[in-house]
């Protein structure tokens, strides 16, 4: 533990004006943008209707995030996979959106947490999962991908639209796209490319947050595109609802309400009479209860857990049993009390894995409330992220000689670089390294304006890819966990370098654990632990059986 | 989660099944050894002592070869655990191994002498280093709530004096005065003391009470302030503990590695002069 | 904070924490000095180890200082030692051998024929069968042990590794002797209960010491050792056995029939054979005739005029006895003695030569070419260690009978030998017309070496171990249990009993904890060079 660690949320705002300009430019770099205006002043922006409504000094407020560019005829957006915290309105000129990787894209990526959602693995075993078009199932698909065992974790692209494999769809002047990836984290499940010369409104996450905060009606054109283009086929893929006629789940779409979340704003209060069932479409939601004359951490949502179906179902409840909360930025769909008791009249099947749900929660929380160190341990979790980790470093202290052999197995495996530190928050008699969780939302990945850190062909490892990162930190910035850190080569940038700001200059490298995916003897760290005190854990429930049970 | 789920991973750091495996080894060679010293007579030049003699040179090597997993871990050559309880438990069999080449008997000459007692000598200081291991990261863990590389420590300690300067700069003169005379001299470098190995806090309690007396004296604020510096010698007196008991988790090494390597050029004279003569 | 950070990332740092990722951390110069110190040490070790083999004594390598006997060849390994070899036995030849003459001596299969107690295993035909498995010199005697050590102590451990002995006082079998409840081969008939009373009634003042009894017969060797053989002239014949008899019975002489007789003084002068010059110098008044028969009036202890005429008779029963003619007494069950029967048969031949050169005759002449071949022959047996002796060299056996002579025949020489040695048997048996030859050496352990000397301070009374016969129970005990015991001494008081401890008289003192019980202590596995008759006797079996 370092004592005087600056939090990584303040060294983002900090360097975030710095960034700002590397940002742009390196999109522009050589994917054709031909003019650029950075900063734009209210009365540019202003002459775009979606502007309109705002007030000067919003728009002056936002304008960091917000660019005007101009690009060339036939280029390339952004590819399928990639992640992008951006969205695009076109001002003029069209744009493809289509299909390029086949097949993949058919598997469609629902929006659940598999490690944790009750409902998938009993629909799965059930068989009851119905193909959906494209002939293969999700898991199918998976199972092929799936190099690692373990828990398996959905490989996320957002469903922008609702497009046929290898289909395309043209999008024209006053359309917006990119944004669903960009407010939810998840990879673009299209290519885009320009058909003719276009000039676009690019507007980064933050911007679009603020902007759907401050106006109904930009939230409600947003909501709309979500629900025209992607709602509909991410429903079919959850669990929950699939197997669900397409005429009922078209009507329960329409009546569904998209709820977002800002860092800790809280969603429902314990008591309150409870009205719908919400689902957790992306970011994490904290549950607690009141416990002597505090709340207490008792449980946790994350995609594609449901709420409220433990009140809804048990007749005449007094009130919310939980107080949730909002975890970072979180997106929810709200289902009214109606289209609920609807729903479960027609599919008792919905109705029985609701029940399930319902039973897990209760279990949960209930054990959660009489051991307080679960209680701990769900917070602990929640605040320093390791709910989002597929594979966290932990190291058992009580064993642990500090001999350091893992940081240098690390090392002789990338280049004499260790790709991590043995430092980090201490959990029970664990040390939970700053080593790359491998988050099942990697916001890592978004912004990276090379597309250097993505996601490897293997399953859950997020990888950077040296010979195209430019050092740009943006990755290291939005890593919430400190994970990866930026590597002094000691050389220059070259002077053919793209962009042209880096020529000449310092070079430096984001560099992070690549799990050693390659190597199929597994993570050198847990093989170089000469006391087998170094684990690589899998979800929360490895680390808590470490913890307390093994 | 818990109550719902069971997960199938297990604290690999025992191994019972090598514990299991080196007590059998342990009693097949003594067995062997008692049934070979009633038929026949065993010393280190006939058959059978040169059996336990290549036998326990083989484990020697075997033992060694950690310390290039160790050092190459780019070779890949099988895990480094797997590696570690060969050496621990294949070395202390090399030492019961060399005992039987020598029929339980001391060695005659120089170069056995040597060897003899430096195979002891390696032994004992692993096994020393194995309890050490054993015993320090349990009082690291169970008695500071601080965790530290010690390559940082003194860096830390510096963060940590840098700014429990400029608090001081805005403190009072009782407080600076204090600091000066009591506090500075702890946060100048880090303090290795042997205290730590009987007491892992150190006698936290005792040495933090000088804080108490000057704390009535103090308004709120510098209260306040005071408590600050408080903690911050806390952490160092954590970090204090850490680099003396780190020290020796790697000290102890200097008795064993250095002298193992001697060793193997010991074992591989007495071959030759086996072998040549 | 730009600036700063700016400043403080040089080369090779990592991270926020701006480790230095080579040296400090991950790389730490400790690991590196580690192996360092190992190679110092290494280092030192070596050129101590060079230096040791090249200038100095190469003591470092050495199991310990070599033995005072070799301590000489200390600088030297390669007096003993070669290259990638054990210590060659070659190289102990050759200094070993040239002083033992060159006959495997110090060999390995010597240790399986000297004092082995198998009596049939020669020195050649060991080192064939042994051939391959020897073990080396320095198995058995291995150096080093410091300069004090003792190379001829073999550890019994170096023992046991073959002979599956656990030890002396746990393993060790009886002698072979009593186990095998052999019989004393010394062909006397002799009782010793009764003698050792004469002794001590007539010849010692009626004392009651038996000791001294005892050592009226057995003279200790002077170096205390061993007791010198048993001699008739003086021990049997100190006033108690001369003559041996007053006369011999009547005797018929020989007619020229077939009837078996003996020749008077008068024939033997006048036959003029090869030994029988004594004739010319026996008094005719010891002789008695008696009508065609004779009588020798006294009878003296190897008289010459019994032996030739015993000898005749032989002849004539046995015409091919060889060497075995030339002896006094045949040597049935003398294999040990053979090289003494060899000297003996040499003495004759050589005292017959010198009788004979003397004559004339040319028959003689053509005598003594014979008896010159003879001699060579002889004395060709006696040196060679390697010539193949014929067990039955001496032996006048079933296998060469006369084959012209009837039963009948037979019988009445066999009977007339008996008439005509009726004195001699009071003592000695007679088979085949021979007198049985006499074992001198009275020695029966074959296998170890035995010393009076070093015994008879803690056991100074003969019979405290020798105490097979009662001989003191029957002299010096009280009636009753004189009376009781009779019968069983009177059976075994006689030559064939051996009166020697059993092993467990030696237990009683060799124990681990006093007196020494080495394997080395009784066993020695090569000859002693020095004793010539033990030597031979070595070479020869």
Same mark, same amino acid.
């Given at each position: 533990?370092?004592?005087?660690?600056?939090?990584?949320?303040?060294?983002?705002?900090?360097?975030?004006?710095?960034?700002?300009?590397?940002?742009?430019?390196?999109?522009?770099?050589?994917?054709?943008?031909?003019?650029?205006?950075?900063?734009?002043?209210?009365?540019?922006?202003?002459?775009?209707?979606?502007?309109?409504?705002?007030?000067?000094?919003?728009?002056?407020?936002?304008?960091?995030?917000?660019?005007?560019?101009?690009?060339?005829?036939?280029?390339?957006?952004?590819?399928?996979?990639?992640?992008?915290?951006?969205?695009?309105?076109?001002?003029?000129?069209?744009?493809?959106?289509?299909?390029?990787?086949?097949?993949?894209?058919?598997?469609?990526?629902?929006?659940?947490?598999?490690?944790?959602?009750?409902?998938?693995?009993?629909?799965?075993?059930?068989?009851?999962?119905?193909?959906?078009?494209?002939?293969?199932?999700?898991?199918?698909?998976?199972?092929?991908?799936?190099?690692?065992?373990?828990?398996?974790?959905?490989?996320?692209?957002?469903?922008?639209?609702?497009?046929?494999?290898?289909?395309?769809?043209?999008?024209?002047?006053?359309?917006?796209?990119?944004?669903?990836?960009?407010?939810?984290?998840?990879?673009?499940?299209?290519?885009?490319?320009?058909?003719?010369?276009?000039?676009?409104?690019?507007?980064?996450?933050?911007?679009?947050?603020?902007?759907?905060?401050?106006?109904?009606?930009?939230?409600?054109?947003?909501?709309?595109?979500?629900?025209?283009?992607?709602?509909?086929?991410?429903?079919?893929?959850?669990?929950?609802?699939?197997?669900?006629?397409?005429?009922?789940?078209?009507?329960?779409?329409?009546?569904?309400?998209?709820?977002?979340?800002?860092?800790?704003?809280?969603?429902?209060?314990?008591?309150?009479?409870?009205?719908?069932?919400?689902?957790?479409?992306?970011?994490?939601?904290?549950?607690?209860?009141?416990?002597?004359?505090?709340?207490?951490?008792?449980?946790?949502?994350?995609?594609?857990?449901?709420?409220?179906?433990?009140?809804?179902?048990?007749?005449?409840?007094?009130?919310?049993?939980?107080?949730?909360?909002?975890?970072?930025?979180?997106?929810?769909?709200?289902?009214?009390?109606?289209?609920?008791?609807?729903?479960?009249?027609?599919?008792?099947?919905?109705?029985?894995?609701?029940?399930?749900?319902?039973?897990?929660?209760?279990?949960?929380?209930?054990?959660?409330?009489?051991?307080?160190?679960?209680?701990?341990?769900?917070?602990?979790?929640?605040?320093?992220?390791?709910?989002?980790?597929?594979?966290?470093?932990?190291?058992?202290?009580?064993?642990?000689?500090?001999?350091?052999?893992?940081?240098?197995?690390?090392?002789?495996?990338?280049?004499?670089?260790?790709?991590?530190?043995?430092?980090?928050?201490?959990?029970?008699?664990?040390?939970?390294?700053?080593?790359?969780?491998?988050?099942?939302?990697?916001?890592?990945?978004?912004?990276?304006?090379?597309?250097?850190?993505?996601?490897?062909?293997?399953?859950?490892?997020?990888?950077?890819?040296?010979?195209?990162?430019?050092?740009?930190?943006?990755?290291?910035?939005?890593?919430?966990?400190?994970?990866?850190?930026?590597?002094?080569?000691?050389?220059?940038?070259?002077?053919?370098?793209?962009?042209?700001?880096?020529?000449?200059?310092?070079?430096?490298?984001?560099?992070?654990?690549?799990?050693?995916?390659?190597?199929?003897?597994?993570?050198?760290?847990?093989?170089?632990?000469?006391?087998?005190?170094?684990?690589?854990?899998?979800?929360?429930?490895?680390?808590?059986?470490?913890?307390?049970?093994? | 989660?818990?109550?719902?789920?069971?997960?199938?991973?297990?604290?690999?750091?025992?191994?019972?099944?090598?514990?299991?495996?080196?007590?059998?080894?342990?009693?097949?060679?003594?067995?062997?050894?008692?049934?070979?010293?009633?038929?026949?007579?065993?010393?280190?030049?006939?058959?059978?002592?040169?059996?336990?003699?290549?036998?326990?040179?083989?484990?020697?090597?075997?033992?060694?070869?950690?310390?290039?997993?160790?050092?190459?871990?780019?070779?890949?050559?099988?895990?480094?655990?797997?590696?570690?309880?060969?050496?621990?438990?294949?070395?202390?069999?090399?030492?019961?191994?060399?005992?039987?080449?020598?029929?339980?008997?001391?060695?005659?000459?120089?170069?056995?002498?040597?060897?003899?007692?430096?195979?002891?000598?390696?032994?004992?200081?692993?096994?020393?280093?194995?309890?050490?291991?054993?015993?320090?990261?349990?009082?690291?863990?169970?008695?500071?709530?601080?965790?530290?590389?010690?390559?940082?420590?003194?860096?830390?300690?510096?963060?940590?004096?840098?700014?429990?300067?400029?608090?001081?700069?805005?403190?009072?003169?009782?407080?600076?005065?204090?600091?000066?005379?009591?506090?500075?001299?702890?946060?100048?470098?880090?303090?290795?003391?042997?205290?730590?190995?009987?007491?892992?806090?150190?006698?936290?309690?005792?040495?933090?009470?000088?804080?108490?007396?000057?704390?009535?004296?103090?308004?709120?604020?510098?209260?306040?302030?005071?408590?600050?510096?408080?903690?911050?010698?806390?952490?160092?007196?954590?970090?204090?503990?850490?680099?003396?008991?780190?020290?020796?988790?790697?000290?102890?090494?200097?008795?064993?590695?250095?002298?193992?390597?001697?060793?193997?050029?010991?074992?591989?004279?007495?071959?030759?002069?086996?072998?040549?003569? | 904070?730009?600036?700063?950070?700016?400043?403080?990332?040089?080369?090779?740092?990592?991270?926020?924490?701006?480790?230095?990722?080579?040296?400090?951390?991950?790389?730490?110069?400790?690991?590196?000095?580690?192996?360092?110190?190992?190679?110092?040490?290494?280092?030192?070790?070596?050129?101590?180890?060079?230096?040791?083999?090249?200038?100095?004594?190469?003591?470092?390598?050495?199991?310990?200082?070599?033995?005072?006997?070799?301590?000489?060849?200390?600088?030297?390994?390669?007096?003993?030692?070669?290259?990638?070899?054990? !210590?060659? @036995?070659?190289? %102990?030849? $050759? /200094? +070993?051998?040239?002083?033992?003459? #060159?006959?495997?001596?110090?060999? &390995?299969?010597?240790?399986?024929?000297?004092?082995?107690?198998?009596?049939?295993?020669?020195?050649?035909?060991?080192?064939?069968?042994?051939?391959?498995?020897?073990?080396?010199?320095?198995?058995?005697?291995?150096?080093?042990?410091?300069?004090?050590?003792?190379?001829?102590? !073999?550890? @019994?451990?170096? %023992?046991? $590794? /073959? +002979?599956?002995?656990?030890?002396? #006082?746990?393993?060790?079998?009886? &002698?072979?002797?009593?186990?095998?409840?052999?019989?004393?081969?010394?062909?006397?008939?002799?009782?010793?209960?009764?003698?050792?009373?004469?002794?001590?009634?007539?010849?010692?003042?009626?004392?009651?010491?038996?000791?001294?009894?005892?050592?009226?017969?057995?003279?200790?060797?002077? @170096?205390?050792?061993?007791?010198?053989?048993?001699?008739?002239?003086?021990?049997?014949?100190?006033?108690?056995?001369?003559?041996?008899?007053?006369?011999?019975?009547?005797?018929?002489?020989?007619?020229?029939?077939?009837?078996?007789?003996?020749?008077?003084?008068?024939?033997?002068?006048?036959?003029?054979?090869?030994?029988?010059?004594?004739?010319?110098?026996?008094?005719?008044?010891?002789?008695?005739? @008696?009508?065609?028969?004779?009588?020798?009036?006294?009878?003296?202890?190897?008289?010459?005029?019994?032996?030739?005429?015993?000898?005749?008779?032989?002849?004539?029963?046995?015409?091919?006895?060889?060497?075995?003619?030339?002896?006094?007494?045949?040597?049935?069950?003398?294999?040990?003695?053979?090289?003494?029967?060899?000297?003996?048969?040499?003495?004759?031949?050589?005292?017959?030569?010198?009788?004979?050169?003397?004559?004339?005759?040319?028959?003689?002449?053509?005598?003594?070419?014979?008896?010159?071949?003879?001699?060579?022959?002889?004395?060709?047996?006696?040196?060679?260690?390697?010539?193949?002796?014929?067990?039955?060299?001496?032996?006048?056996?079933?296998?060469?009978?006369?084959?012209?002579?009837?039963?009948?025949?037979?019988?009445?020489?066999?009977?007339?030998?008996?008439?005509?040695?009726?004195?001699?048997?009071?003592?000695?048996?007679?088979?085949?017309?021979?007198?049985?030859?006499?074992?001198?050496?009275?020695?029966?352990?074959?296998?170890?070496?035995?010393?009076?000397?070093?015994?008879?301070?803690?056991?100074?009374?003969?019979?405290?171990?020798?105490?097979?016969?009662?001989?003191?129970?029957?002299?010096?005990?009280?009636?009753?249990?004189?009376?009781?015991?009779?019968?069983?001494?009177?059976?075994?008081?006689?030559?064939?009993?051996?009166?020697?401890?059993?092993?467990?008289?030696?237990?009683?003192?060799?124990?681990?904890?006093?007196?020494?019980?080495?394997?080395?202590?009784?066993?020695?596995?090569?000859?002693?060079?020095?004793?010539?008759?033990?030597?031979?006797?070595?070479?020869?079996?």
């Amino acid at each position: 533990m370092s004592p005087d660690k600056n939090t990584p949320l303040g060294q983002t705002q900090i360097k975030r004006l710095e960034q700002y300009k590397d940002r742009w430019t390196s999109y522009g770099a050589n994917t054709g943008i031909v003019e650029i205006s950075e900063k734009p002043t209210p009365a540019m922006l202003k002459k775009f209707e979606i502007f309109q409504e705002y007030d000067d000094n919003f728009l002056e407020k936002i304008s960091p995030d917000i660019s005007i560019a101009k690009w060339k005829k036939n280029t390339v957006l952004f590819e399928e996979g990639s992640y992008v915290d951006v969205a695009f309105f076109i001002a003029s000129g069209s744009v493809d959106v289509y299909l390029k990787k086949t097949g993949e894209a058919s598997a469609a990526n629902p929006i659940f947490d598999r490690s944790r959602t009750v409902i998938a693995s009993d629909a799965q075993s059930a068989g009851s999962v119905q193909a959906p078009a494209g002939g293969q199932t999700f898991f199918q698909a998976q199972v092929g991908k799936q190099e690692r065992s373990g828990t398996q974790i959905a490989f996320l692209s957002a469903m922008d639209f609702n497009l046929p494999v290898g289909g395309a769809k043209t999008l024209g002047s006053g359309d917006i796209f990119g944004e669903i990836g960009a407010l939810s984290g998840w990879p673009q499940s299209v290519t885009a490319r320009s058909t003719s010369q276009c000039q676009f409104v690019q507007i980064r996450s933050a911007a679009i947050r603020m902007m759907r905060k401050r106006s109904k009606a930009w939230s409600a054109r947003l909501d709309k595109i979500y629900r025209d283009q992607a709602l509909l086929s991410q429903l079919k893929v959850t669990p929950l609802f699939r197997g669900l006629g397409d005429d009922f789940l078209q009507a329960l779409a329409a009546k569904m309400e998209l709820v977002s979340c800002e860092p800790d704003e809280t969603i429902i209060r314990e008591g309150e009479p409870p009205g719908a069932l919400y689902m957790v479409r992306s970011g994490f939601v904290k549950l607690s209860q009141k416990y002597g004359e505090g709340n207490i951490v008792v449980s946790y949502l994350s995609k594609g857990s449901t709420l409220g179906e433990i009140e809804l179902l048990l007749e005449g409840s007094a009130g919310w049993l939980y107080t949730a909360s909002s975890k970072e930025y979180s997106e929810l769909i709200k289902i009214p009390r109606e289209e609920f008791v609807q729903l479960i009249g027609e599919y008792p099947n919905v109705e029985k894995m609701l029940w399930q749900s319902a039973v897990a929660r209760i279990k949960e929380s209930g054990y959660a409330r009489k051991n307080i160190r679960q209680s701990e341990f769900i917070n602990t979790a929640l605040d320093k992220g390791l709910v989002e980790g597929n594979s966290i470093l932990v190291i058992d202290l009580n064993v642990c000689t500090r001999c350091d052999d893992c940081v240098r197995g690390c090392a002789s495996t990338h280049d004499d670089i260790p790709r991590f530190v043995r430092e980090g928050d201490r959990v029970g008699d664990f040390l939970v390294t700053r080593a790359c969780y491998h988050c099942q939302d990697p916001v890592c990945l978004i912004g990276c304006p090379t597309g250097a850190i993505r996601r490897a062909a293997v399953g859950d490892v997020v990888e950077i890819d040296e010979k195209l990162c430019i050092g740009c930190k943006t990755c290291a910035n939005k890593c919430p966990y400190d994970a990866i850190i930026m590597y002094d080569t000691g050389e220059m940038w070259p002077s053919d370098m793209i962009p042209e700001g880096l020529r000449g200059k310092e070079q430096q490298i984001a560099t992070k654990c690549d799990l050693c995916y390659t190597d199929p003897a597994g993570p050198a760290c847990v093989r170089s632990c000469p006391h087998g005190c170094a684990y690589r854990v899998e979800s929360l429930d490895e680390f808590q059986q470490l913890l307390w049970k093994a | 989660m818990l109550p719902i789920k069971s997960i199938n991973i297990s604290r690999r750091s025992r191994s019972p099944e090598w514990f299991q495996a080196f007590v059998l080894s342990v009693v097949i060679c003594l067995l062997a050894y008692g049934i070979n010293a009633f038929f026949f007579e065993i010393n280190a030049g006939n058959w059978w002592g040169l059996t336990y003699g290549i036998l326990a040179s083989l484990l020697m090597v075997g033992a060694a070869f950690y310390g290039i997993r160790r050092r190459k871990p780019g070779l890949n050559i099988g895990k480094s655990q797997t590696w570690v309880l060969f050496h621990i438990y294949g070395g202390t069999m090399f030492m019961l191994l060399v005992f039987m080449h020598s029929g339980f008997h001391f060695p005659a000459g120089a170069l056995n002498w040597w060897l003899w007692g430096l195979s002891l000598w390696v032994t004992i200081s692993g096994l020393f280093g194995v309890a050490l291991q054993q015993w320090l990261p349990k009082i690291l863990t169970s008695g500071l709530s601080v965790e530290a590389v010690y390559e940082r420590i003194p860096e830390l300690i510096a963060q940590i004096r840098t700014r429990a300067e400029k608090l001081i700069e805005t403190c009072t003169d009782p407080v600076q005065e204090f600091y000066r005379k009591n506090i500075a001299v702890a946060l100048a470098a880090p303090q290795p003391k042997l205290i730590y190995y009987l007491d892992i806090t150190g006698g936290i309690q005792s040495r933090t009470r000088q804080f108490e007396y000057l704390r009535r004296v103090l308004s709120a604020d510098e209260q306040e302030k005071l408590d600050r510096l408080e903690s911050m010698f806390k952490t160092k007196l954590e970090l204090d503990a850490h680099y003396t008991l780190q020290k020796a988790l790697r000290l102890w090494l200097y008795t064993h590695v250095p002298l193992s390597i001697v060793l193997l050029l010991l074992v591989a004279l007495h071959l030759y002069a086996v072998w040549y003569y | 904070m730009a600036d700063q950070e700016k400043e403080q990332r040089k080369k090779g740092t990592f991270g926020d924490i701006r480790l230095d990722v080579t040296r400090k951390y991950v790389f730490p110069m400790s690991r590196k000095r580690m192996i360092q110190l190992g190679a110092l040490g290494c280092i030192i070790l070596l050129a101590y180890f060079l230096a040791d083999v090249f200038l100095l004594d190469s003591s470092f390598i050495a199991r310990g200082p070599l033995s005072s006997n070799h301590a000489n060849f200390e600088s030297d390994c390669s007096k003993c030692h070669s290259s990638f070899s054990a !210590v060659n @036995d070659r190289k %102990c030849q $050759s /200094c +070993h051998e040239k002083t033992g003459d #060159n006959m495997g001596v110090y060999t &390995f299969a010597a240790h399986y024929v000297y004092r082995s107690g198998d009596r049939t295993t020669r020195l050649a035909s060991a080192k064939k069968e042994y051939a391959g498995k020897e073990e080396p010199c320095a198995t058995c005697h291995p150096d080093h042990l410091g300069r004090s050590a003792m190379i001829t102590n !073999v550890s @019994d451990a170096r %023992c046991i $590794s /073959c +002979h599956p002995y656990g030890s002396f #006082n746990r393993n060790h079998p009886e &002698f072979e002797f009593a186990r095998k409840q052999l019989p004393d081969e010394s062909t006397l008939i002799f009782t010793h209960i009764h003698h050792t009373k004469l002794v001590l009634e007539q010849k010692l003042n009626k004392s009651v010491d038996i000791v001294k009894a005892c050592l009226y017969c057995h003279n200790p060797e002077p @170096d205390g050792k061993h007791f010198k053989p048993i001699n008739f002239d003086q021990h049997c014949a100190r006033s108690c056995h001369y003559p041996v008899a007053p006369e011999t019975p009547s005797l018929a002489i020989k007619d020229g029939s077939d009837k078996p007789g003996v020749e008077t003084l008068d024939m033997i002068q006048r036959r003029r054979g090869p030994g029988t010059l004594w004739a010319f110098y026996t008094n005719p008044n010891e002789f008695r005739n @008696d009508g065609g028969r004779v009588v020798k009036s006294p009878v003296y202890h190897k008289d010459p005029w019994i032996l030739e005429n015993l000898a005749s008779l032989r002849r004539v029963l046995y015409p091919d006895l060889g060497l075995t003619d030339l002896l006094k007494a045949t040597g049935n069950p003398m294999i040990d003695d053979k090289a003494d029967a060899y000297a003996e048969a040499i003495q004759t031949l050589k005292e017959y030569r010198a009788e004979l050169a003397v004559r004339p005759e040319p028959e003689v002449q053509i005598e003594l070419a014979r008896i010159d071949s003879l001699l060579k022959v002889a004395q060709q047996r006696l040196m060679d260690p390697n010539m193949k002796t014929m067990r039955s060299g001496f032996l006048a056996s079933a296998g060469n009978e006369n084959p012209g002579l009837t039963l009948d025949q037979r019988n009445d020489l066999e009977k007339f030998a008996g008439r005509l040695t009726k004195d001699c048997q009071k003592c000695h048996h007679v088979e085949q017309a021979s007198i049985l030859r006499v074992r001198v050496d009275q020695r029966v352990l074959r296998r170890a070496e035995f010393n009076h000397r070093a015994h008879v301070i803690e056991r100074p009374y003969c019979l405290d171990c020798h105490n097979e016969i009662p001989v003191e129970q029957m002299l010096l005990g009280d009636s009753a249990s004189v009376v009781s015991l009779k019968p069983k001494a009177d059976a075994i008081d006689s030559a064939r009993t051996q009166n020697i401890p059993r092993i467990e008289n030696c237990f009683q003192c060799h124990t681990p904890s006093t007196a020494s019980n080495t394997c080395v202590t009784c066993h020695y596995m090569h000859p002693n060079k020095t004793n010539r008759a033990n030597f031979r006797l070595f070479v020869e079996r």
